[in-house]
Structures are given as C-alpha cells and as structure tokens.
Nanobody
C-alpha cells in the first residue's frame, strides 16, 4: 500500500510565496513521474507542474516563471515553490505519484488528499 500526503498550504496575500511538499510512503520500488494538480471551485482539475524521475519538468502556461517543481528521490518527495502568487492561484492542490510497488508490479497512480491554497487580493 502507498500513501501520498501533501503539506504546506495556507493563506497568503497576493505577491507572496508558499512551498508545498508531498511525500510518498509505503511499499515502493520506484516512482516515475510526480506532479501537482489543482482544482478551483466550479472548475476541472488541471495540471500545474510535473517532474520525471530524472528531473525533466513540465509547467502549465499560467504558472511558468512563478512556480518551480523539484523532487528528492531519496525521500520520495516532491516540492512546489510558488512565488508571485495571484488570487487566481486559489485552489485545492493535489499531489500525484506514479508508483511501482515491486519489481514485478505495474505502475499505479496515487493521489494525495489535497491541500488548500488561498491567495487574497
């Protein structure tokens, strides 16, 4: 069994910064891509940023230049540094990890419970 847990959300003023963390734990052989998604009220969940096991990154156009994704493979942890936050960044942020539990098992997608980020104007 694998658990994915986010932390670091909160309330911040526009222009401020927050750092989100997400750790995967449990029976893990390897982790491929890890990513951050967000869902604002009344909107669909969208990809914010993703990172592969070798460090290749991908960002939504709306966060390029403001957000930075990184990971610590030894800790099975992914981070999202969010700078110059805007009110439109307000959403529940979810972590996703593509995990192989054993050498013989396939890749499964795991989601965290989400962490609220609120940016006030």
């Amino acid at each position: 069994q694998v658990q994915v847990a986010e932390s670091g959300g909160g309330l911040v003023q526009a222009g401020g910064s927050l750092r989100l963390s997400c750790a995967a734990s449990g029976i893990i052989f390897s982790i491929n891509a890890m990513g951050w998604y967000r869902q604002a009220p009344g909107k669909q969940r969208e990809l914010v940023a993703s990172i592969t096991s070798v460090g290749s990154t991908n960002y939504a156009d709306s966060v390029k230049g403001r957000f930075t994704i990184s990971r610590d493979n030894a800790k099975n942890t992914v981070y999202l540094q969010m700078n110059s936050l805007k009110p439109e960044d307000t959403a529940v942020y979810y972590c996703n990890a593509d995990v192989r539990g054993t050498y013989y098992s396939g890749m499964l997608h795991y989601w965290g419970q989400g962490t609220q980020v609120t940016v006030s104007s």
